[in-house]
């Protein structure tokens, strides 16, 4: 049987029911792909319905450019955005803006305590720091936290 010979006759429901499988599918494996093409389906339908003599390889190719363009642009204007950073699981950046207590300083290093941990820590050139002080943590980089006295 030939494709295009078999789309020449067809009412517009069958795009209409393609696209709404496309899109059932879509709700399955939750690709955000699948509805692209499914939209041209409905679009096409209702470009069948417009036409109803439309040949069945303009049908096809139609069907295939706007899928193809949907999808691109779909995606470009519905992607999902970049997801906020979340500090959830990085101890390393939640800690940054807290105080700490230095525990001992020695030529620009250090150690701090932390909510009862002890952090190896660095202090910017020229401060000094002594057993007690409070300062902030303006950074980290890896089991280092960069401070500032308060």
Known sequence: MDLFAFLEGISPWWWVSFGLLL??????VISFFLIWPGLAAIIM???????????GAIQVSAFAIMAVGITFV??????????PE????????QIIGKK?????????EGHVEIEGLRWSATWPEGQTAKPGDVVKILASEGMTVEVEHL
Request: proline share 7%; charged share 25%; hydrophobic share 45%.
């Open 100 to 108: 700490a207590r230095v525990t001992d300083f020695d030529l620009g």
């Open 45 to 55: 339908a209702v470009l069948l319905w417009i036409i109803p003599t439309m040949p």
């Open 74 to 83: 779909g995606r470009r204007f519905f992607q999902p955005s970049e997801e």
């Open 23 to 28: 899109m059932a599918l879509e709700m399955v």
């Open 86 to 93: 979340t500090n959830l699981n990085q101890r390393t950046k």
